[in-house]
């Protein structure tokens, strides 16, 4: 099989995308921001081959890359919140865009022949108008923090250093992907906020916004698409990866009480609301349907196990 390098093994995709790579019995070396890497990828310490790397730093990424002699990179590390990228716009383009730049010269140098997958964003789309859903991989940019720039900046030079140095990159564009190991969004919050409240240790579930619309896809889905991506997408193309369903917060919310042990309290807080909070997320995901991709994992499920996470997290922590 091939050598495989995941930056940003230790995150939420990136860990999962180690575990399906693994299992298909492939090399993989994945970049982690310190030795002891990360919980998400404890169980596979002894599988993979882990290196620390800064992403704004030249010399390590650089290091990562000559370490690994990779045959498929699948770009994850990143700043990837997008509270954080308003706390710190700085660090955020730092990671995100010199991160991205580091890497390719790398790879250019040592790796030419390397196939990238980009994790880009359904953020640099931000305000989604009601007839331009659901949204194509020529839908407008107009972001709404950050976090959704440095995606575009991320996004353009991917097609930058495809078009004037022919390397062979293919742009992923996610939208909300969830799943266990997931923290900060919705569904982890709600998930964690419940198992909290039922083993004692809060007495509510605060909640923020509940009105918007989102596109939700498993993560255990959404590594089966990018895997495909890096063997059928066309380089120098963009693929949304999304359910191209939309599902109400609240009604998440209340799929997730559904499945408590207790009655919750849900209290709702203006501070959780973000300073910009984009109505809409819908995608368009033919492009990738079309090269055999198909959704395994219905949303109940991605709940179910994400509650059960939670549990076992706040149990024993």
Same mark, same amino acid.
């Given at each position: ?100 730049l ?20 359904? !953020? /640099?789309?931000?305000?989604? *108008?009601? $007839?331009?859903?659901? =949204? @194509?991989?020529?839908?407008?940019? &107009?972001p709404s923090?950050?976090y ?14 495809w ?17 266990p ?13 419940? !198992? /909290?409240?039922e083993?004692? *240790?809060? $007495?509510?579930?605060? =909640? @923020?916004?509940?009105?918007?619309? &989102? ?61 910009i ?41």
């Amino acid at each position: 099989m091939a050598n495989v390098l995941i930056t940003g093994c230790g995150g939420f995709i990136g860990s999962h995308l180690a575990d399906y790579l693994v299992k298909r019995g492939d090399t993989v070396y994945g970049t982690t921001f310190s030795f002891d890497g990360s919980k998400n990828i404890d169980h596979l310490k002894d599988r993979i081959n882990i290196i620390k790397c800064d992403m704004k730093n030249r010399e390590d990424v650089e290091r990562a890359v000559k370490e690994s002699k990779p045959d498929f990179v699948f770009h994850m590390a990143a700043q990837s919140f997008v509270v954080p990228s308003w706390e710190d716009p700085e660090k955020t383009f730092q990671t995100n865009i010199f991160g991205t730049l580091y890497l390719f010269e790398a790879l250019e140098k040592y790796s030419p022949e390397a196939v990238i997958g980009v994790a880009c964003s359904s !953020a /640099e789309y931000g305000h989604i *108008k009601e $007839d331009e859903v659901p =949204v @194509g991989e020529d839908g407008k940019f &107009r972001p709404s923090s950050p976090y959704a720039v440095s995606k575009i900046g991320q996004d353009m030079l991917s097609y930058l250093y495809w078009r004037a140095q022919n390397m062979k990159i293919i742009r992923i564009r996610f939208f909300n992907i969830t799943g266990p190991r997931k923290i900060l969004d919705m569904c982890s919050d709600f998930s964690k906020g419940i !198992a /909290e409240v039922e083993a004692g *240790k809060k $007495d509510k579930l605060t =909640v @923020g916004n509940l009105e918007g619309l &989102r596109d939700i896809t498993d993560v255990r889905d959404a590594v089966k698409g990018i895997v495909l991506l890096s063997q059928k997408g066309t380089h120098g193309d963009v693929y949304n990866v999304c359910s191209g369903k939309a599902i109400k917060v609240g009604d998440v919310l209340e799929k997730l009480l559904s499945m408590a042990k207790k009655e919750i309290k849900v209290e709702s807080s203006p501070d959780l609301r973000r300073k910009i909070d984009d109505p809409l997320f819908l995608g368009d995901n033919s492009k990738l349907f079309n090269l055999g991709w198909k959704l395994e994992i219905p949303i109940e499920d991605t709940l179910s196990d994400m509650l059960e996470y939670w549990r076992d997290r706040v149990n024993n922590s």
